[in-house]
Structures are given as structure tokens and as C-alpha cells.
């Protein structure tokens, strides 16, 4: 491909419109355009990226035996009306009239026309496991769709469903689909992690979530720096930090006059935040329930809506009446000895010995409380945020937190859609059983965005080998100059004989813009042919990675070009 | 790939919502399934033979020179405003509110985007020529879907669109996506034809159909029998085939009492229709107009409206009471003499002598009529329908009509889009431009319908070997044979190794029921390994097209396997 030919318009500046990088390299690299907010036209350059993860994404698909299918975009209201998801699902569904006055919507997800599909053409659980996959533009309806390709209302996504005739052929099917998660994105060439995910009212381990590594994710992980262990904070728990064997003292009751925040009782106090157990209060579907915490640590709301086996919508810390309500104490003073309501000990509280609590009296604390001594907790759970530090809770290893750009989730969904849309099998006696289900995502446009986050420098995208538009751009630097241009077309062409991508940069431009418009749309390899080979000869092979260039002579270049290409492709 | 584990739902009746074959396969083969009407979910099969007529069209265009994008499938109203659509489009635009209630549509097409993106991105004639297409989802809100996968609501197609400086390199543009077209239909193994369409207002011979033969078409197209000609009905013409040295007789007056319809005034007079011309009253935008054709020639309201000027929405024949207010006389006996209308006389009346007319007076005809000296009409031009027969106006041969599937459009659009939307480029004097503009569809799930229209026999569908889901089926005949089987998979990896898509019928199901799934989903060859193979060793290829069987033995079958698909892919 000639660049003078091709559809690259680059610009100088970054856009207004563009906040994050990927968005803004996108845009300056000439990948993509807007049409409305939160939907883009992916240009030669933007689609060829794409289309290279999605070629990764169904080699890895159809060797782990999954099949390949299309479903319609559009679908009908009364599917999701059987699943109950018509009601339930936000306004990012799409809803609307046909001309027939018919209700559908723009398929945001295909949980339930695939549970059709699968319902009216299975008939035997001979016919299992089965995993159905497409590769498709979704729509949802965003109320702000934002940062480019990371956060749109149309984007490209592989969606898979597996359905088994068993829970433990669910697991195998899981387990098949991580493995699988792992060779693609090892194979886009990005730094990711696998991380414990939430599961909500499902419960079970069966989630997981695959985070593209980058300063600029908007999700937080914990990772541990020994083993593989990673988690998102959602859930992510470790090691019970505190013990002691220090003998319990007697309850010291003390003034603490005007002193409510953790600190301030604490320096008043002279002792660690570590050595405080606060006491929270939060409304549980309207009813207040107490949560005690060492001092240095935060609650995981999600965490704690799985100990309380509620959502985590149904949760919501109390406001000061509330606390006054619940407790007949104003908050800064609360502690759980003789608090009549509910309570929660964090796992960590259990293991801490003489500390310190609000005495529910307004400005008195009190020292040297012990649970189980001086009050007993309804329940003890983990329910706090993990921090950097914390151990390990496999390896003892060190937790470090990181951030991470949520590209792919899979998740064991049970019997939640076969059962609600009826879709059964005979069992081999005969019953009729619903499908256990699994779902498997990965956002195909998000991977292009995540990998721009992870790997870009001042100058531009940094496209790790497998997923760049191309491998090789080379830069003709001087048009009239004939044996320069020839040379840069006898690469040029004896490379595309050799089945390698490549763009000759053929444009009638100063060199200046050539190397900038390189460095931008990140091309792995670029080779120059300029004034060093007019003078001797010499073609120059720069890696956009590392910066490194190697000189070379014309008769040796496609050959070390071909090696550069072929070393970085095999990760 | 194992039948076994491929959901590939095989019906043993057609299905009761299917009108015409293609649908009845496409359904009876477990290659696509209802969702609502007009839209499918393509199963393994399906899409894997959609794919193949993907990469063909995408092979070929990128040959061509165009540039693959992908524009997004909501598009906001302002552009259609912009256009002048938002009100003309009918229905077919499913027109919705996003959440923040802006007006958007699905596209069913796109030229609004494309001339967007054209207008914001490319500043310079240097840029020119520009040919930019995309595969994609397309919707268009049908009234009454039918047919299965030709004509459904969403469909997948591949639209592209040229942008040119001049109207010569538009020229340019459209041949080059001529030459195209015929290199992909050429490639998918069919029988086809590009055919001369009407293009309405825009004039010239820009508009070319691509018609996939087939008896159950829509579409009747003339085609020669000696040479590349080929028009639709719209557009095709003939030469004029009247010619006579006869002198003019004198006119004479004759009773025809109740005779009003050709055949029987001919009968009455002991004339052909082909000595008969035929008055009939058009009412064009509320005015009455009067076409004279031969007897035994229709009129081809396209090209009467091209004659006229005015599009073809604007023309229809007039009732009796209008002919009577027009005329002064009852229909049946309208003739040119002395009629005081606007008068479009077909060439072939032009060529025409002696021939008979109605007198403008009920109950009575005139023979010996003569063009120029008994009535000159305000104008001649070709408005009749060609019939089998008539010659061909570039080499003299003769027309046959037959039926046709349109799958491919090319049209040179002209400045239509880029004037209304103002997509201009500054000229080499500087002074801004209108792109010329050209478009070219391929309904992709289209192709495989006519396809399979054009192939198919009482068994099933006969694929060409070019876009059929795989190219080999091997029947394992007899699961409990170990002898068998093994040859079976033998055979199944090796053809794997050497690259050959092969399917490995692997199920616990007769033989009877495995032949008859391999006929109906139209696989191009069938190996069987069976009884043949136990007793002497032998394994029997057949041909799905022409039904040929060849027996080999067991060591040499690979190759021969090899050899007979290398074969039907260069057809």
C-alpha cells in the first residue's frame, strides 16, 4: 500500500473532543473519526488493527472448539421479556419500534437469542458441550460515552456462550475459555492479568476478569508480586495481617473531646490508626447495620454486600441521622460495645488485641477493647479493600495495587437464562433439564485502545507486532532523487513478495513529516532510505519499540527486515 | 471439524415459513435460523459460507485499490437532513430517538457517512481518486420480508463509494469497479451477468446490474444470443424491426362495431398486432399524454418516464374517465389522427406502414395509417418493452429473456451526495469542487441465496466449490468398525495438514441418514469410508455437481481428494 493513496489523515494537534491518549492518538494517528458522540468510522489504519485482534481473537476461538455464528442485531422485546431483562436493563438498551409497531432493541448482548437458538435446536445432551461465538458490532445506549474507542455506544465485541449438561461440564468449558483468554492476549503482545472478578449473587470463583496493564486504567487490581494471584478490589482478600500475644488489659474508658475523625483520636491517643477499630454504620435495604474496621482500613462495599448476601445496590452508607437514629450517638463516637444493632467485625478486627473504639458516648472513647471480651459481633467477614502490602493469601507474597483496562470477562452463568427461557434437554433419564451456561466476552475495539494505553511514548502509538496495521513502513525521503526511490520500491515490492505488510511512504512531503507521521501511527519497523544511500549505500532499520537502529547495506536489508518482522511477531 | 460436535440442525421437511428453494435449503440444511422476520442467526455453515463470499469481494476490491473501512450502523438524522432523505427515504429507514432523544436511523445504506468523512478528511485533489468500502450489517425495515436471505431486514453487504476530481476519473473509478465485479462473480462459481440498468435522471449508461441466472429470479433481463449484451427491462433496448418498402395506401374508415381491445379488432379486420398501433393515455404529473405503440408491444414505464424526463413516479396510466376527458372519445378506439394531446410515438410506429388505428370515434377504426403524413407526433423515442426475439442493437444477434437474481450494483452517482452535503475540494485554480461520486453494493447473504437458486437439485444444494462452507465431507459409515474409522480419520488429518476444509461425519446416526444430510448440504465432494473399504480396501469419492463417483484405493486417496478440489476451485 502507497501512503499517498491511503486514507491516513494525521494531524498535528491533538483533537479538543479527546481525553485520555488513546483517544487523542487515535484520532492525531488517523485510525478513526467521530460521527456522533460515542460512535467512530474506523479508517484503513483503525481497521486493519482491528481486524488483526480479531483474527487472533477466532484462531483461539476455534481451537478451543467453539464455532463461529452471526445473530441478528436487532432483536425482538419478547425474548428479554422471558428472560425479565426488558424491564431490568437501563436505558443503554436501545429500545424502539419497528414499522410493524413491533418493541425491539439494538442488541447490547445476545444472552437471550442465543438461549433461543440453542433451545430450538438442541435436543440431546449428546449434542453437548457446545460454545457458540460471534464476532459483532454491539450497541449500548451510553449516557456518556467517552474516551474514544474505551467507552463507545457501537464497539466491536466477541461475545461466546457455552452450554453444558453439567456444572462440572461448565467448569471444563471455563476453563477452556481462560486458557484461551490467555493465548490471545499473550499473542496481541500485552501485558495482562487474569484477576478474580466478583460474581455477585452466583457466587462461586467462576469470574474472571482480563485486565490490559496500564497507568492509565480506570480499574484498580491487587497482584501479588510472587505468584499469579491477581484480584480487581471487588474482590481481592489476603492474609490476616494482625496478631499479638500481648495479655488483654482492662477497658480504660477516656475523653476525647471533639475528636471524631481517626486521626485526630488516634494522635490524641498517641496510637496507630492499626491499633483503632471504627465503627460504620450502613443502611441494608433501610435497615442500619454496624461495620467494624481497623482504623487504617477501607470498606469494599461489594465485599460486604457478599458477607450480608445482598447486592451491592442495596447498601449505602448511613447519613448522620440515620447514625443518630440507629445508634442514639452522633457518628466520631461510635464503638460496638453494647450497640444494640446488627454487626459485621471485619476478619482483621478479630485478630486485634487491646484496641482502641468510640465509647457511643459523644467525646469518650475507649482503650483496650477486645471482641468476644467485651462485645460479640453477629458476623465477622472480609469485608475490606486490600492494600498495597498486604500479603498474599496463597504464597504470602506481596500485594501491589495496579491499574488495569477491563478488555475481556468470563463468567459461569448457570441455569439463570435457560432457566427462564425454558431451554431444557433430556438428561439421560429422560428429565428434562436446563443448560448450564457460561459467557465469554472480549472487547475487540476496547483490546486496540487498552494496547495504545499501554504502549504509546510522546511522540505516538507503539503497536506491539501482532496487532499493528502493518509491520514495515518505509520512508522515501527524497522523490526526485531516482535512485532513492527506486531502491525504496525494490524493498518495497520485494517485501509484499515475501508476504510482509508493508506502506511506502511515497508522499510528496518533507522529511520532517514522514518521521513524525511514523513515529504516530506506530509501525513497528521503519526503514529509511534517504541521503545515506545515495551517499553509500546504507538503508536504516529503526524499531519503534526500542528506539534501536541498525544500519544496513541495500543488497542485506529485506533479509534483516524479514528477521526484525519474524523475531517480533513470535512474542 | 467433527459433525458430531458442529451445530448443524438438518431439518427432513421443508420448513412451512419457506416460499422460495433458497430459503427452504438454507433452512432445511441447519445454515441459518429465524429470530423474527427478516432476520436470521447464521449457524456454523451459514457463515462460514458467508465468509467465503466475504473474502472474495474483499480480495478483489482491495485488488481493485479500494480501502476497507467501517462506518458505524446508527446514524443521526442531521446528515439525512442534509441530504434531503430524512423525508424522501420511505419506511424501509427505521428511524428511532436515542436516549438524549436525538433523531437517528439504522443505515440501510451510506452515503450521507461516507460523503461525511470525504468532506472532513480529504483537502486536495492529490488525494484523488478515493475508493472506500466496508462489509457490514446492513437494515432496512422491509415491509413484507420474504424469501429467507433475499430480501430480509438485515442483511450483510459490502458497499463501497468512489470520490473523484473530474467526471472522466469517475469513468475511471466505475470501470475499474466493472472489471471488479465481473473478477468476483467469476471467483464465486457463478453464472451471471452484468446487465445495462436503468439510472433515472442522472442519463448515461452509468448504472450496470449484476444478475446471477437462475429460472426462479425476479428479475427478467434480455440478454444476446450472440453477443455480451444484456440490459434489464428497464433499460434494454433493440433494433427497430418494422421496415417496408410498401407505398402508403389511402386511408380508409371502417365500423369495428364493439371491437375495443387489439385481438379482436385484428381478428375483425384480418390484420397481425404488428400492423396495428395502439393509442394509450398516460397521465404525466396530471397531464394527459398519448403513447403509440405497435399492437403487440408493451410499454416500459421506465423508459416512457426517461423519453418524458421525469422520473418514473410521476407516470401512470390514466383511468377511463380520464381518457374520456382527454379525448372527447371512449378508450378501445383512440387513434392519432387529428388528437389534440401531446403524442409520444415508440420508433418502431415510426417504421411502420399502412397500419391500422382507432378513428377517435366509437365503434370505428382507420386503416392504411402513415406516420408523417397523416399525423406527427410531438415526439418519437423508445418506450417499448423488448420481447424475445427482437435483434440486438450491437451485433445484429437475437434476445432471449430470462430470469435473473440482481446481487451487485454499480452506479456513478455524480455530485448528487457531495453537492447537497457540500463535499468539496479545492481545483487546481482553487476554487472548491464537488467530488464526482460513484457507489457499488454487493448484497453478500444475497450471493449465497442466488447461488444456491442457480444450484441445487431435489437432494439438496450443490455448492460451488469456491464459497461452499468446506470442500470435503468424509462419511465414516459404520462408528463401530475400528477399521473404518480409523481410515476415516486417517484420511480426515491428512487432508487437515494439507490446508483441505474438510467436515468428518463422525455421528452415531445409519448410513441412509448421513448420505442424505452430505446431498443436502451441498459439500462439493463426499468421501466415504465404508464397506467398500473393509472388503477391498477402496474409498469412493463423488462429485456433489455432476453426481461423477470415482474409487480409489485407501493409499492414493488423499492425493485424489487434493487434486479434485484444486480443480473445482479454478474454475
Known amino acids: 500500500m502507497r501512503f499517498s493513496q491511503l486514507l491516513i489523515p494525521t494531524l498535528k494537534e491533538d483533537p479538543a473532543e479527546a481525553e485520555v491518549i488513546s483517544h487523542k492518538l487515535l484520532l492525531r494517528a488517523g485510525f478513526i473519526r467521530k460521527l456522533t458522540s460515542g460512535t467512530y468510522t474506523y479508517l484503513p489504519l483503525g481497521l486493519a488493527t482491528i481486524r488483526k485482534v480479531e483474527n487472533i481473537v477466532r484462531e483461539e476461538m476455534n481451537r478451543a472448539g467453539a464455532q463461529e455464528i452471526l445473530m441478528p442485531m436487532v432483536q425482538p422485546a419478547s425474548l428479554w421479556e422471558e428472560s425479565g431483562r426488558w424491564q431490568e436493563y437501563g436505558k443503554e438498551l436501545l429500545r ?51 474516551f474514544g474507542l474505551m467507552r463507545g455506544r457501537e464497539f466491536i465485541m466477541k461475545d461466546a456462550y457455552s452450554f453444558d449438561a453439567t456444572d462440572k461440564g461448565a467448569e ?18 500485552l501485558r495482562f492479568r487474569a484477576v478474580e ?50 495479655a488483654p488489659l482492662e477497658l480504660e474508658r477516656i475523653e476525647t473531646p471533639g475528636k471524631r475523625k481517626v486521626n485526630a483520636v488516634c494522635e490524641f491517643l498517641d496510637i496507630t490508626p492499626a491499633q483503632l477499630v471504627k465503627t460504620l454504620i450502613y443502611m441494608v435495604k433501610d435497615e442500619p447495620v454496624a461495620v467494624l474496621l481497623r482504623g487504617d482500613h477501607e470498606v469494599e462495599e461489594v465485599k460486604l454486600a457478599n458477607v450480608l448476601g445482598v447486592s451491592d445496590e442495596d ?34 478486627v478479630e485478630a486485634m488485641v487491646n484496641f482502641a473504639v468510640g465509647a457511643n458516648e459523644k467525646n469518650f472513647h475507649v482503650l483496650n477493647c477486645n471482641m468476644g471480651r467485651d462485645f460479640s459481633p453477629s458476623q465477622t467477614g472480609d469485608v475490606r479493600k486490600v492494600t498495597a502490602g498486604d500479603k498474599c493469601k496463597l504464597c504470602g507474597g506481596t500485594l501491589e495495587l495496579t491499574k488495569g483496562i477491563e478488555v475481556g470477562h468470563i463468567f459461569k452463568l448457570g441455569t439463570k437464562y435457560s432457566t427462564a427461557l425454558q431451554a ?55 522523490l526526485k532523487d531516482e535512485g532513492i526511490t527506486s531502491a525504496a520500491q525494490t524493498i518495497y515490492k520485494k517485501l509484499q513478495e515475501k508476504g510482509i505488510e508493508v506502506i511506502l511512504d511515497d508522499r510528496d512531503e518533507r522529511p520532517g513529516v514522514k518521521f513524525k507521521d511514523a513515529d504516530l ?26 528506539g534501536n537502529v541498525s544500519t544496513i547495506t541495500f543488497d542485506d536489508c529485506v533479509e534483516e527486515i524479514i528477521k526484525n518482522v519474524q523475531n517480533s511477531m513470535n512474542l
Not at 419500534?97 to 430450538?120: A, F, M, W, Y
Not at 463516637?333 to 476478619?347: E, F, N, Q, R, V
Not at 429422560?430 to 511514548?457: K, L, W
Request: charged residues 25%; contains cysteine.
Open 424 to 478: 431444557t434437554f433430556p438428561d439421560d433419564h429422560s428429565h428434562e433439564t436446563p443448560f448450564v451456561m457460561g459467557c465469554y466476552g472480549i472487547g475487540v475495539s476496547r483490546v486496540v485502545a487498552a494496547a495504545i494505553e499501554q504502549n504509546h511514548d510522546k511522540d505516538g502509538i507503539i503497536f506491539p507486532a501482532p496487532i499493528a496495521p502493518v509491520q514495515v513502513l518505509i520512508l522515501n525521503l527524497d
Open 315 to 348: 447498601i449505602r452508607m448511613a447519613d448522620d441521622k440515620e447514625v443518630f437514629d440507629a445508634t442514639g450517638t452522633p457518628s466520631g463516637y461510635l464503638g460496638p460495645i453494647g450497640l444494640a444493632i446488627k454487626t459485621i467485625a471485619d476478619l482483621e
Open 96 to 146: 424502539f419500534k419497528d414499522r410493524n409497531q413491533r418493541d425491539s432493541c439494538l442488541g447490547p448482548t445476545h444472552e437471550e437469542v442465543i438461549t433461543d437458538v440453542v433451545r430450538t435446536n438442541v435436543h440431546s445432551y449428546k449434542q453437548l458441550p457446545l460454545n457458540l461465538y460471534q464476532i459483532q458490532t454491539k450497541y449500548r445506549d451510553e449516557a456518556r460515552p467517552r
Open 172 to 189: 471444563e468449558s471455563y476453563h477452556r475459555m481462560d486458557l484461551a483468554y490467555h493465548r490471545i492476549f499473550e499473542r496481541c503482545g
Open 521 to 546: 501511527i506506530g509501525i513497528p519497523f521503519r526503514v529509511t532510505v534517504g541521503k545515506s544511500f545515495s551517499k553509500d549505500g546504507i538503508i536504516e532499520i529503526r524499531s519503534r519499540a526500542d
Open 197 to 246: 472478578a466478583d460474581s455477585g449473587a452466583i457466587g462461586g470463583s467462576f469470574s474472571h476478569e482480563f485486565m490490559v496493564l496500564a497507568d492509565t486504567g480506570e480499574d484498580t487490581i491487587a497482584i501479588c508480586n510472587n505468584c499469579q494471584y491477581a484480584a480487581n478490589m471487588e474482590k481481592a482478600s489476603c492474609v490476616v495481617a494482625s496478631s499479638s500475644d500481648a
